[in-house]
């Protein structure tokens, strides 16, 4: 399986920008986050196709958060903005064969992003 390691969480006002990435240990195909807030299910974040072009967005972060991914460094990247506090909770980088099997795949061990009102 493809390691996956994520970075860049931290605690941010709302309003505030984030940008989380997610270093995988070789070329992978689709690589996606996710995020499971206290108490909550795992949900689906955003999602990025391997060759970068084809993406996809939960509706609760369309306008707001960007995934973007440099292949050259085997990395993901989730740029946040405009964050509320609703979108505390922790981020999973996840990769797989395609963003549709992106739950069947490789996870990472998640990061935590706290917004404060």
């Known amino acids: 399986q493809v390691h996956l390691e994520e970075s860049g969480g931290g605690l941010v006002q709302a309003g505030g920008s984030l940008r989380l990435s997610c270093a995988a240990s070789?070329?992978?195909?689709?690589m996606g986050w996710f995020r499971q807030a206290p108490g909550k299910e795992r949900v689906f974040v955003a999602a990025?196709?391997?060759?970068?072009?084809?993406?996809s967005y939960a509706d609760s972060v369309k306008g707001r958060f960007t995934i973007s991914r440099d292949n050259a460094r085997n990395t993901a990247y989730l740029q946040m903005k405009s964050l509320k506090p609703e979108d505390t909770a922790v981020y999973y980088c996840?990769?797989?064969?395609?963003?549709?099997?992106?739950?069947?795949?490789?996870w990472g061990q998640g990061t935590q992003v706290t917004v404060s009102s």
């Open positions: 070789e070329r992978t195909f689709a």
């Open positions: 996840a990769a797989g064969h395609s963003i549709a099997t992106l739950t069947t795949g490789s």
């Open positions: 990025i196709a391997g060759g970068g072009i084809m993406t």
